[in-house]
Structures are given as C-alpha cells and as structure tokens.
C-alpha cells in the first residue's frame, strides 16, 4: 500500500493521524482562501471566452463518477441542439501540448478517461496541461459549447455554471481539508456553486439524483455484447484500477456474479503481465478496458458504468446558460 493510500484511510474518520495534519490543513486552507480572492479580485488573470464554459467538478480527491456524468451530460446536449466539447487535464497522460485526442488515441499519451470519452461520445475531446489551454484549442472544433471534466479548482478558466458531485456513501469523509481529510475545498462552496448532483441515495434540499448501473458487457475482441445475467453460475474475475474499486466490485455481485476480485491503483497503466494468466471470463471497468485493448484475449470483457440525468437538471442548466442552441 503506497503512503497516499494508507494516508486515506484516515480521510474517513477523526483519529490521531487527522489531528496531527490538522495544521497542515489550516495552512492548506489559507492558500485556497488567498488564491480565490486573488481571482475574484482581478490580481490573477482569468482566461474569458466566447461560448459558455460549464465545469463538472467535486470538493473530494477521487472519483464520484464524473466521467460518467460527463459523457451523459454531453450527449443529451448534442440531442438537444448544442455542439458541446469536452476538455480534461488528461491525468497521468504524456501530451505535453493541447491536444485533440483522437477515438483510437493512446491513454498512456492522451489519459485513459479523455480516451474512455471519446470513444463512446465521439464529440471533441482536448487534454492540455491547463484547461483555458484546452479551450482555446478545442474552439477550433466548432463547438458552441465546453465541459470541463473536473477542473472545479482551475480557478483561471472561465465558468459560466459549476456543477459539483457529492457521493452519497463517502461525502466529505472527516469534513477536514487535505492532508487531514478528503477535500479540496470547504464545503461551504457548496454555498457559491450552481447545480449539485449526488450519486447514490436520496437527493437533498436543491439537489439532483443520479444513480450510477451497469451496461451490457463488451467482448474487448469481438465486440460482441452480453447481459450480465448470462454470466451467473461462472467462476469470475475482475479487475478495476479505479478509486473506489470495491463500488465496482460490490455492483457486480449485486448482479449475482461471483467473482475473483483484483484491485489496482487509480489510472493504473496495465502492462499484460499484471493480468490473470487463467482462461476464466475477466470483468473490467471500461477505463481498464481502453488500456488493455491492444494486448486484449478472447475471454476478456468490459462492463459499462451508466448513469442517468433528470431532465429537469439539463434543462436548469439551459435556463442559467440562458440561451438554446
């Protein structure tokens, strides 16, 4: 276990590990509260543009199924009329210039989620190092609209609606600032944010409700697709190099799969060798699923994660937007 995953396993509650980063955290927070009133008070450059800007963002480290809502979010735009783009910093990629990342794109250069997205949206997706950079190249796209996927924090570029993520099982873990906690920001800028959206559970006062479920499976080879049913009564593996491995994990046997687990740090960069050797169907998240296609066998499946948005949420977003396509 590396220092940063043993370092979150005290994110989730008050012990002796919290209290004694707690004044690291104070600090941590002090430069937060200096940089956001730098920008707001025009002593930082905020980069303006042309077409709406709408960022989809979280207060925590880790995942909260952005990518997911992203894509879903994108598509219903484009059914209504818009040409959204989407822009990513393309974690853990080596693009060290803006770039278009192309279906067949390599995530070990583009990022694996920027991939994920374009292949299964195929609507322009751009990484660069910083996101105004990603804009301002994205625009060449002829987009009339751009999602941010994260980018909450990147107080440089222009956002015209922030929408936050809250996870209903883990929400803001110990309510402490990073080190000593899971957050990125207090959680009163939940106060200053346009649209909140939890995943999982009952949505609170002013909230949406999004729930995440599993698609049909994908062949990696063949492309052929099969309902998750028709995996029961198979000895199983999976393998998810996510953030919050177990969820994916637990949403599997919730289908009545019995399944060998293995787990593998976020955005990990799987090599063939890091895979069972055994000719049992392999379960993987699409993420995995784009990073291990080029060495892909026949007995190896990518199981989607879907989820869907409430009309009146987009249609909330066109009215603060305030204009349609």
């Known amino acids: 276990m590396s220092l940063s995953e043993r370092l979150q396993r005290h994110w989730y509650r008050i012990d002796v590990v919290s209290l004694l980063l707690a004044p690291l955290s104070l600090i941590y927070g002090a430069v937060i509260s200096v940089r956001r009133t730098a920008y707001a008070s025009g002593l930082f450059k905020i980069h303006e543009f042309a077409i709406p800007i709408v960022v989809v963002g979280n207060l925590t480290v880790g995942g909260t199924g952005k990518t997911p809502f992203v894509m879903a979010l994108a598509k219903e735009l484009e059914r209504r009329g818009w040409r959204p ?96 906690g899971p957050l990125r920001e207090p959680t009163s800028r939940l106060d200053s944010v346009d649209i909140r959206v939890r995943r999982g559970g009952r949505a609170g006062l002013g909230e949406y409700a999004v729930g995440l479920h599993l698609g049909e499976a994908r062949n990696l080879v063949t492309g052929k697709e099969m309902p998750l049913a028709d995996f029961r009564d198979q000895a199983l593996t999976s393998v998810a190099g996510i953030h919050r491995a177990g969820r994916f994990f637990e949403m599997l046997r919730e289908q009545g799969l019995t399944i060998k687990e293995y787990r593998f740090p976020d955005h990990h960069q799987f090599l063939p060798g890091d895979l069972p050797t055994h000719n049992n169907p392999l379960l993987m998240t699409e993420k995995d699923a784009v990073k291990c296609a080029r060495f892909a066998k026949s007995h190896w499946w990518s199981v989607p994660l879907r989820t869907e948005i409430p009309e009146a949420l987009v249609t909330e977003l066109e009215s603060l937007l305030g204009k349609h396509p």
């Open 85 to 180: 783009g989407i822009v990513s910093r393309g974690y853990h990629g080596t693009a060290s210039q803006p770039a278009l990342v192309p279906v067949d794109g390599d995530p070990e250069v583009f990022g694996d989620e920027p991939v994920l997205i374009s292949r299964k949206t195929g609507l322009p997706v751009v990484v660069a190092q910083r996101r105004s950079d990603a804009v301002n190249r994205i625009l060449a796209e002829s987009v009339d609209l751009v999602i941010s996927d994260d980018g909450l924090q990147h107080l440089s570029m222009q956002r015209n609606v922030e929408i936050v993520m809250i996870d209903d099982t883990e929400g803001f873990g110990n309510g402490m600032l990073l080190p000593a």
